[in-house]
């Protein structure tokens, strides 16, 4: 792998790494874990610190140890294990292993292929996706499309959203047999017409990225079509990890032909990097 190349791989691997320690979807020990072992693994690859130099000879222990705690992270919280960290670890595999620049585009594009066509798969075998159960309940408290809905350019959705989130955490906080659900309000939202067309929407344009990485990875549409569909995620739900994710993979097999889209993935995931960073910090 040509040693530029190599390097901006690992910087934006390690952009990544931050991102994922930062969630402590893992718990606080094994974040930190996989921080001080990702950075003794990698750093020494785009920096040159001495003492990190000196432990070249234990590499392959550190290298094991780093993605034991990947795994560890997702095995003891496997309940709150998000999709992300799963390709991360992919993602670590990958790098820790393949050094040839084409040989790991390939690899790059098939995970995506893997990635988006389960996705479509799951969705379709989903009775709750299918029916709009699961977009219903995220768009009615407040998930979906936060930024548009709470900005007040509707009368009347804000205010519905907010006593649904009220609804919900209350109860969330009751005993489950002495409740028997939560009525949310959908306010001036269209929601029943907008509903389904969004579900089939989702599915359609994940098949979509499913056929063109499979088959047309290399033109440009491709590359355009990716770059639209996760850059719009932030307008939806704020899953900026995951799409910083996605965004990391399409700027690697972005060619250096394409010029102006290679700029938009780098400053797009550079964005959904700072959005995630800011948004668990926050958070915390």
């Known amino acids: ?15 990544l790494l931050i991102i994922n320690v ?37 590499r392959t222990i550190f290298k094991l140890g780093y993605l ?30 393949t050094d ?7 690899n790059l594009r ?8 389960f996705a479509t798969v799951h969705k379709l075998l989903n009775p709750n996706f299918l029916s709009g159960d699961f977009i219903a309940l995220r768009v009615l408290s407040g998930d979906f499309f936060r930024p548009l809905l709470m900005s007040g350019a509707f009368s009347g959705i804000s205010e519905s959203l907010t006593h649904n989130a009220a609804k919900i955490s209350d109860f969330l906080l009751k005993e489950p047999s002495s409740v028997d659900g939560v009525t949310l309000d959908s306010g001036t939202l269209p929601f029943l017409v907008l509903k389904q067309p969004f579900v089939y929407s989702i599915i359609g344009m994940e098949f979509l990225l499913t056929l063109l990485f499979a ?25 900026f990890e995951f799409a910083a994710t996605l965004l990391f993979m399409g700027l690697i097999m972005c060619s250096d ?10 400053l797009t995931f550079l964005l959904y990097a700072i959005l995630s960073i800011l948004n668990n910090i926050l958070w915390i």
């Open 215 to 239: 088959f047309f990875s290399r033109h440009k549409f491709t590359l355009v079509f990716l770059l639209v569909f996760v850059g719009s995620i932030g307008l939806v739900v704020s899953e």
């Open 110 to 117: 098939w995970i995506f292929v893997i990635v988006m066509g």
């Open 100 to 106: 040839d620049e084409h040989l790991f585009k390939e």
């Open 257 to 266: 032909d394409f010029g102006a889209i290679k700029r938009l993935f780098k």
């Open 22 to 58: 930062v969630e402590f979807r893992s718990g606080a020990v094994l974040a930190l874990t996989q921080l001080v072992l990702g950075l003794i693994v990698f750093l020494p690859e785009v920096v040159t610190i001495a003492f990190l130099d000196k432990t070249s000879v234990y």
């Open 1 to 15: 792998m040509k040693s530029e190349f190599r390097k901006t791989v690992v910087l934006g691997y390690l952009l």
């Open 68 to 97: 034991s705690s990947i795994l560890g992270g997702m095995y003891f919280k496997w309940y709150n294990a998000p999709n992300h960290l799963y390709l991360f670890f992919f993602l670590s595999l990958l790098i820790l292993n």
